[in-house]
Each structure stands twice: as C-alpha cells, then as structure tokens.
C-alpha cells in the first residue's frame, strides 16, 4: 500500500531522465509485438514512450527494449493496418511487456491516411534503410495486376534498374549480384520470374522487407552493395483463412490456419502466370531505328509457377519451430531463336528461443539448389546447356539487452557452394552438337560477428560492429600456372595441379568493420553517419546487359579474388508538421576492389580456363538522394531523385588485356538521374486513384562508330566500351483501386467474413518505346550493320486483378 502510495506521488513528476541525470537503476522494458490471428512477429513495428519521446522499432521476431528510469509511461505499438495499441505502466524493475495486434478493419480511406509515425526514419541509428509493408504497397499501380516487392524497389532513391525484362535490381551503382537477397533469412540466387516482370515473393505470403543500402548491420554478409530481407508469413494458429486473386496474366491461391489451435499452424500457397497476351501486347512496341527487322515478339512464351508452404510449432510461449519451404519453375522462349529455363527450391528450419528476459536466440538450417538452362531449338546447331548452384546453409543468432541503453548481438555462419558443372546436349535428334562438360567448382564460406547499439545520451546513439569471414575454394578441382611475363592465355600455361576432394586450393580471410551513428539534432531531425567494410566471396560471370538465369556462379580462385568494398554514407533527416511530411538527404561513396570484368571478346560458357578471359577492375560509385514523402492527408506520396555516378577500371600489366586502355569507363548501370514521383488520392470512403512516374538517364552502351574496307569486306569499327548511352527512360503508370464491398453495391457488414478488393492499372500511358539495349544488324544488300532499338514493353498494358479473402 504505502509503495502503491509513493508511487502515485512519483508519477506527477517527469523521469529524471529528462533533466540529463542517469543512474545504473534504469531497468529493463522489453517484450514482442505479435499479429494476434497467427501469432506472427511484426517486423518494424514502431514501439513509442509518449513522455520521453523516445522510440524504437521491433526486429525481424518482433523483440523491442529499453532501458528506463524508474517511473511512470505511457507506451504506444503501432503497425500499419493494425490497431494501435497503448498502455501505461509503472517501472520499478524489469518488466517485460508483450502485444498482440489485431487487424484493423479498414477501408482504403483509413489506409491512406495513415502513416508509419514517430519519425522511424529520424531516430534509427542505422543509415540508408527502408522499411516497408505490403501494405504500403497495395495503392501502387501494378504492372500484371501483383504486387511485386523486387519491381517496388525501384520507386526508392538510389535503386534502378536497367528497363524491363531486366533480372535484378541495382543498388547505388552496384551490380544485380552484389544484393544479397533473404527469403525468410534463406539466400537467393535469382528474385526474378519471367526476366525480371514477376518477383519470386508472393504478396499473399510476404509480411514486409527491409533494405539495406547504406549501412549493412555486423548480421549480414556475403555480398558488397545492399541488403534485401524479406520476411514471409506463417499461418493463422486460430482461423481458417483462404485468399486469393486472379487477373489478366496471373492467379493466386493460399490457405492458412491451425492445425492444433494456439499451437500449430499450416500456410500452403500456389501461384502461376502465362505472359503469352502480353507478348503479344509487347509486339507492339517494336521499333526500329533506321530499318525495320522482324523481331519476332508475338511468337513467344513465358510462363511461370510457384509455391510456398510453411509450418509452424509454439513449443512453449517462449520457444517456436518453424519449417518454411519454396519451389518454382520458370519457362522463356524467344520466338524460335533461344530460350531460358529454370528453377528454385528452398528449404528453412528455424528454432526461435527467448531464454531469458534479456536473450534472444534464432537458429536455423537452410538448403537452396538453383538450375537453369539455356537453348537455342531450331538448325543443326541448336543446343541445350546446363548451369546451376546449391548451398547448405546454418546460422546462429543471439540478441542480448541486459545491459543499460545497449543492446548485444553476435552470431556465426558456414556455408558450402557446390556449382553444378556446365553440361552441353543437342536440343533434338536433328542436332549435330556433340556434347561437352565444363568442371565447376566448390567452396564454403565462414563468419562471426559482434555489435553493439549503445545509447550514449539522449541524442547520440552508435552502432558498432565487427564482422570476421573467410573462404576456401575446395577440391577436387585443377588450378593452372602461368608464365610470369606473358599475358594469362592457354598458351601460356606453364603447370597443372590436381586437388582432390575436400583439398584447399585457395583461402582468403578479413575484418569487416561496421559503424554508423545518429545524431538528433531537435524532436523532428537526425543526423547519421556510417561506414562499413564487406567480403563477396562469390561472383556472377556475365558479358550481357542484365544477367540472365543461365549465367554462371563463380567462386572465389587464386585468380579471381573475393570483392571487397568501403561504403560510407551520411544523411539528414526531418520531419515537419507532426510527421505529414518527411524529407531526407543521403550522400554515398563507394569504393570497390577486386571487380570482375571479361576482356573484349571474351567466350565465358565450358570455358575450363574462364580466368584467361576474365580481369580483376576497380570500381567507385558515389551520389545523393533526396526523398521527400508525404504521409497523411487525402493525397499522399513521395518524390525521390538520385544524382548519382558508377565507373570501372580494368587495368592489367599487358594492355591487351585491359579495358579502354586502363581508364576509368561508365559502368552498364551508370544511369546519372533517377526521379520517381508516386501519388495516392482518396476517392470516397473505399477508392482511391494512383500514378507513379519515372524518368532516369539511359545506360551506356558499346556503338559503331566507323568503318574501314579490308580487300573489298566493311569492317565495323566500335566505340571504346559504354562511352554511348541509350535514349532516356520515361513511363507514367495509372491505377484505380476498390477496397471492398465491389459487387452489388453491398453495405459493411462487420460480422461478414469474407472481404474482396480489386485494381486496375494501366502500365506505360504514355505507350513509349523505352529501349531495353540497342544491337546492331546488317540488312540485306548493307556494307555496316544498322543500330537497331529492342523495347520490351513498347505498349500500354492494362492489367485487372479482383482478390479475395475469407
């Protein structure tokens, strides 16, 4: 009674805290943010203390902390498309609080208006990093009617991509291979259904994602440019629950619910998309520069499907298993000229713990096998080959936040890669190609990490880490020698070492040190500065302008060493008007060792010597971004533009092997300026009207720039390498959305189950050719080959997608 008392008094005065004091009684509050129907942890949930004015964000399992002086709060849990929560409590010790969440009941006028809040992006320590829901996604004009995480991307500053039909995504001038992108903390080697027109992340199944393109947290590693982590969902442990969708070119199907109430759960989704409408659609666009050449769009054919399935197990409230499985397969045939085939299957077991009040654990075991093929179907020399890669995969992650305002992480990782060896097989009977096999290679990968976020005063907060990786390239295998003082060519091998099994034929090793830090300059800006150092042990081998799914996954050799990079970033954030509007600034540099670049005329398929023509170059990116995003009101959206530069230097000792005579040249994703403009507008209490618009520089490409005869033949005289660059990139995408209630004029019921919602988009308004790459062709009766301009959606392309749930 008397404590009960005195406490009362002491809730009429502020924390001390306020006034600058700081005690080692500051006691622990901690706890998870949980959807309430399935159980899942909510990932950047913003976790708010009303009278410090402090705030926080949950992590991939929902855990939040902090560290509090004794006293009275107000604590406030908001997710967006959740029903905020609040609570008051008093702190006189540790105190661990735990939320469920309910779904919030919302018709789009609701979702519109709300944003995120609490000025996540002000306070976080980490720079560079975006957040983002399905939610924040369903409003966006969707080309195929889906919403699609990898294409949202390049909505975001910093992040383009080289057109459509392009597999990947670049990040601050990186290459497609230089993201590392998660599926529920699984790696995978290709995001990209149909070249790059679907993503691999099901919306149905996907929780939200995160990207990393400024600062990379000590967790993460393995690749040089960015972070995509993407969390999936598990299903209902207390409803049955079925949604879907189906469209013009797609259809979806998923199912959750429990299989033992409160305790076990299933979630089983399928989903399948035939592009043939759109390529006839595509057609359309093609447009030639000087003369017109068949391009024969209409005859060809994509098709893809995919599926996940996921179990889940409460052992006890502070342990859970979960099992999370993904597969598909992937067709693309150009007319009769080439094609490509290939296919995903993942595997995940999770053990997710929280031992104590103050530790957290996460274990898992991941396996990932990627095959794809390659084939030209028509003539005598038409062929099929064979590329692929797997992984094993275990990891342990441990999360302490007993100390005060600090909170510990460490953990380790091993991976093995095993590439499968190139294969090459006559198409049919009718093939004269004999078949061939190229040897590939295997390696495994080691790290171990450590970070601290410590709270150094109200407004100082610093993230440090260490990274430790290394790599050994295994046997069975051959490493060749080479003559010192002449160019590395087949001729001049001078030695041959065979390894065998489990053998090390290369190692490399180091420190990736990982800072950044935040600096609140008032209650509505910050600061942030960050540097950090990564290891790719692991390189895509590709002379095309966007990777294809049959390019070939190299490990690192005593020839072609892992890439390394220092990224360091710095921005300025702000709000303004209680959180409507939000503007931030992001400068970066980029400075990368260790590129691999091929030589002119490089052959890179069964090629058992690929390090002849193959160079390590240097690369360097630097540029800024301006965002700025308005949240609430009857119209909301961002404006993002990023001014930025990416140049390689391919140097060798014997100038026939380098690059434009060693200079520095534009990269292939070298585009200067990148602006998008995404508006959302409310249009009565279930509606809404949306656009975005896109404009960046085009790319540099390789041209003819002369010729000269050579006893009566034209000899095509080229440019030196990406020193021409393509037309522009311009699109406007238009979109109108239904909430529910669609047929029937129906009224809300709020005991009715089921909910539906449609959207149609019209993608490229404007219906302009936007060129994917040009290509020289020689007409008949030409000396010179002619530049001809590819757009592979050169058309509008209306979409309609009706989902459902119940």
Same mark, same amino acid.
């Given at each position: 009674?008397?404590?009960?008392?005195?406490?009362?008094?002491?809730?009429?005065?502020?924390?001390?805290?306020?006034?600058?004091?700081?005690?080692?009684?500051?006691?622990?509050?901690?706890?998870?943010?949980?959807?309430?129907?399935?159980?899942?942890?909510?990932?950047?949930?913003?976790?708010?203390?009303?009278?410090?004015? *402090?705030?926080?964000?949950?992590?991939?399992?929902?855990?939040?902390?902090?560290?509090?002086?004794?006293?009275?709060?107000?604590?406030?849990?908001?997710?967006?498309?959740?029903?905020?929560?609040?609570?008051?409590?008093?702190?006189?010790?540790?105190?661990?609080?735990?939320?469920?969440?309910?779904?919030?009941?919302?018709?789009?006028?609701?979702?519109?208006?709300?944003?995120?809040?609490?000025?996540?992006?002000?306070?976080?320590?980490?720079?560079?990093?975006?957040?983002?829901?399905?939610?924040?996604?369903?409003?966006?004009?969707?080309?195929?009617?889906?919403?699609?995480?990898?294409?949202?991307?390049?909505?975001?500053?910093?992040?383009?991509?080289?057109?459509?039909?392009?597999?990947?995504? %670049?990040?601050?001038?990186?290459?497609?291979?230089?993201?590392?992108?998660?599926?529920?903390?699984?790696?995978?080697?290709?995001?990209?259904?149909?070249?790059?027109?679907?993503?691999?992340?099901?919306?149905?199944? /996907?929780?939200?994602?995160?990207?990393?393109?400024?600062?990379?947290?000590?967790?993460?590693?393995? @690749?040089?440019?960015?972070?995509?982590?993407?969390?999936?969902?598990?299903?209902?442990?207390?409803?049955?629950?079925?949604?879907?969708?189906?469209?013009?070119?797609?259809?979806?199907?998923?199912?959750?619910?429990?299989?033992?109430?409160?305790?076990t759960s299933f979630l089983i989704s399928g989903r399948g998309a035939d592009s043939s409408v759109l390529f006839m659609l595509a057609g359309k666009g093609r447009d030639m520069m000087r003369v017109s050449l068949p391009l024969d769009v209409y005859n060809s054919r994509a098709w893809f499907y995919d599926g996940n399935a996921n179990i889940t197990h409460r052992i006890n409230p502070d342990n859970r298993l979960s099992?999370?499985? +993904?597969?598909?397969?992937?067709?693309? @045939?150009?007319?009769?000229?080439?094609?490509?085939?290939?296919?995903?299957?993942?595997?995940?077991?999770?053990?997710?713990?929280?031992?104590?009040?103050?530790?957290?654990?996460?274990?898992?075991?991941?396996?990932?096998?990627?095959?794809?093929?390659?084939?030209?179907?028509?003539?005598?020399?038409?062929?099929?080959?064979?590329?692929?890669?797997?992984?094993?995969?275990?990891?342990?992650?441990?999360? +302490?936040?007993?100390?005060?305002?600090?909170?510990?992480?460490?953990?380790?990782?091993?991976?093995?890669?095993?590439?499968?060896?190139?294969?090459?097989?006559?198409?049919?009977?009718?093939?004269?190609?004999?078949?061939?096999?190229?040897?590939?290679?295997?390696?495994?990968?080691?790290?171990?990490?450590?970070?601290?976020?410590?709270?150094?005063?109200?407004?100082?907060?610093?993230?440090?880490?260490?990274?430790?990786?290394?790599?050994?390239?295994?046997?069975?295998?051959?490493?060749?020698?080479?003559?010192?003082?002449?160019?590395?060519?087949?001729?001049?091998? /001078?030695?041959?070492?065979?390894?065998?099994?489990?053998?090390?034929?290369?190692?490399?090793?180091?420190?990736?040190?990982?800072?950044?830090?935040?600096?609140?300059?008032?209650?509505?800006?910050?600061?942030?500065?960050?540097?950090?150092?990564?290891?790719?042990?692991?390189?895509?081998?590709?002379?095309?302008?966007?990777?294809?799914?049959?390019?070939?996954?190299?490990?690192?050799?005593?020839?072609?060493?892992?890439?390394?990079?220092?990224?360091?970033?710095?921005?300025?954030?702000? %709000?303004?008007?209680?959180?409507?509007?939000?503007?931030?600034?992001?400068?970066?540099?980029?400075?990368?060792?260790?590129?691999?670049?091929?030589?002119?005329?490089?052959?890179?398929?069964?090629?058992?010597?690929?390090?002849?023509?193959?160079?390590?170059?240097?690369? @360097?990116?630097?540029?800024?971004?301006? &965002?700025?995003?308005?949240?609430?009101?009857?119209?909301?959206?961002?404006?993002?533009?990023?001014?930025? *530069?990416?140049?390689?230097?391919?140097?060798?000792?014997?100038?026939?092997?380098?690059? &434009?005579?060693?200079?520095?040249?534009?990269?292939?994703?070298?585009?200067?300026?990148?602006?998008?403009?995404?508006?959302?507008?409310?249009?009565?209490?279930?509606?809404?009207?949306?656009?975005?618009?896109?404009?960046?520089?085009?790319?540099?490409?390789?041209?003819?720039?002369?010729?000269?005869?050579?006893?009566?033949?034209?000899?095509?005289?080229?440019?030196?390498?990406?020193?021409?660059?393509?037309?522009?990139?311009? @699109?406007?995408?238009?979109?109108?959305?239904?909430?529910?209630?669609?047929?029937?004029?129906?009224?809300?019921?709020?005991?009715?189950?089921?909910?539906?919602?449609? &959207?149609?988009?019209?993608?490229?308004?404007?219906?302009?050719?936007?060129?994917?790459?040009?290509?020289?062709?020689?007409?008949?009766?030409?000396?010179?080959?002619?530049? &001809?301009?590819?757009?592979?959606?050169?058309?509008?392309?209306?979409?309609?997608? +009706?989902?459902?749930?119940?």
């Amino acid at each position: 009674m008397k404590l009960t008392f005195l406490l009362s008094i002491l809730s009429f005065f502020p924390p001390l805290s306020e006034f600058g004091y700081s005690f080692e009684t500051d006691f622990l509050l901690s706890g998870y943010v949980v959807e309430e129907s399935s159980g899942n942890p909510l990932q950047g949930a913003t976790v708010y203390i009303i009278e410090l004015e *402090r705030g926080t964000t949950t992590n991939e399992e929902g855990f939040y902390s902090f560290r509090l002086p004794v006293g009275h709060y107000t604590i406030r849990i908001q997710h967006l498309g959740m029903v905020t929560a609040e609570r008051t409590f008093f702190v006189v010790n540790d105190l661990q609080l735990n939320f469920s969440l309910t779904e919030q009941d919302l018709d789009l006028d609701e979702i519109i208006v709300e944003g995120v809040g609490f000025g996540d992006h002000i306070r976080g320590a980490i720079t560079g990093v975006e957040v983002v829901s399905i939610s924040d996604l369903e409003q966006l004009p969707m080309l195929m009617g889906e919403i699609d995480v990898v294409r949202s991307l390049v909505a975001l500053p910093g992040v383009q991509t080289v057109g459509e039909g392009a597999s990947g995504f %670049n990040v601050r001038g990186g290459r497609e291979d230089q993201n590392l992108v998660l599926m529920d903390g699984a790696p995978i080697f290709n995001s990209s259904h149909v070249l790059g027109l679907f993503s691999v992340f099901n919306p149905d199944v /996907t929780d939200g994602f995160a990207l990393y393109k400024g600062h990379m947290p000590e967790r993460y590693g393995g @690749r040089v440019s960015s972070v995509l982590d993407v969390s999936m969902r598990s299903g209902s442990a207390q409803d049955f629950k079925v949604h879907g969708g189906v469209g013009f070119y797609t259809a979806r199907l998923m199912a959750e619910g429990p299989i033992i109430k409160d305790r076990t759960s299933f979630l089983i989704s399928g989903r399948g998309a035939d592009s043939s409408v759109l390529f006839m659609l595509a057609g359309k666009g093609r447009d030639m520069m000087r003369v017109s050449l068949p391009l024969d769009v209409y005859n060809s054919r994509a098709w893809f499907y995919d599926g996940n399935a996921n179990i889940t197990h409460r052992i006890n409230p502070d342990n859970r298993l979960s099992l999370s499985m +993904y597969g598909s397969s992937d067709f693309f @045939r150009y007319s009769d000229e080439f094609g490509y085939s290939w296919n995903n299957r993942i595997a995940n077991l999770k053990w997710t713990s929280a031992i104590s009040d103050h530790l957290f654990s996460e274990s898992a075991v991941a396996v990932n096998q990627y095959r794809s093929s390659y084939f030209t179907p028509e003539g005598t020399d038409a062929f099929r080959l064979y590329t692929g890669i797997c992984y094993t995969r275990a990891s342990q992650y441990i999360l +302490y936040t007993g100390f005060s305002r600090q909170t510990w992480n460490a953990g380790a990782e091993w991976t093995q890669y095993r590439s499968d060896d190139e294969e090459l097989e006559p198409f049919d009977e009718l093939s004269a190609i004999a078949p061939a096999k190229s040897p590939k290679d295997t390696g495994q990968e080691l790290a171990a990490y450590i970070g601290n976020e410590i709270e150094l005063t109200n407004r100082l907060l610093i993230s440090v880490g260490l990274r430790f990786s290394a790599f050994q390239q295994l046997g069975p295998g051959l490493e060749f020698s080479y003559a010192e003082n002449a160019a590395r060519t087949v001729n001049a091998i /001078t030695d041959t070492t065979r390894f065998d099994n489990r053998n090390i034929m290369a190692a490399f090793y180091g420190l990736e040190p990982r800072l950044s830090s935040r600096l609140m300059l008032d209650e509505n800006s910050s600061v942030k500065i960050s540097y950090n150092r990564a290891r790719q042990y692991i390189h895509q081998i590709s002379n095309s302008t966007s990777p294809t799914p049959a390019d070939i996954w190299q490990v690192s050799t005593r020839y072609l060493p892992p890439q390394i990079s220092n990224n360091y970033s710095a921005g300025y954030f702000r %709000n303004f008007s209680n959180g409507e509007w939000e503007v931030s600034v992001d400068f970066y540099y980029r400075d990368v060792h260790n590129l691999v670049e091929y030589i002119d005329f490089a052959s890179l398929f069964l090629n058992d010597h690929i390090e002849t023509d193959l160079i390590s170059a240097r690369g @360097r990116a630097y540029g800024s971004e301006l &965002n700025i995003r308005k949240n609430s009101g009857n119209w909301t959206g961002w404006l993002s533009y990023t001014l930025g *530069r990416t140049f390689v230097k391919a140097e060798d000792d014997f100038p026939e092997r380098s690059i &434009n005579r060693g200079d520095w040249f534009s990269s292939n994703y070298d585009q200067p300026h990148n602006l998008n403009l995404a508006g959302i507008r409310r249009l009565g209490e279930n509606s809404a009207f949306s656009f975005n618009f896109t404009w960046r520089s085009g790319r540099p490409i390789t041209a003819i720039h002369s010729n000269y005869t050579d006893q009566d033949t034209t000899v095509p005289v080229f440019s030196e390498r990406n020193s021409e660059r393509i037309p522009d990139y311009i @699109r406007l995408d238009i979109s109108f959305s239904i909430a529910d209630n669609i047929w029937l004029n129906r009224e809300p019921d709020p005991n009715r189950r089921i909910s539906d919602s449609a &959207n149609i988009t019209f993608y490229n308004v404007l219906g302009r050719k936007n060129a994917f790459s040009v290509f020289y062709q020689r007409a008949e009766g030409a000396a010179v080959p002619s530049p &001809n301009r590819l757009s592979v959606l050169g058309a509008v392309i209306p979409s309609f997608t +009706y989902n459902f749930n119940f």
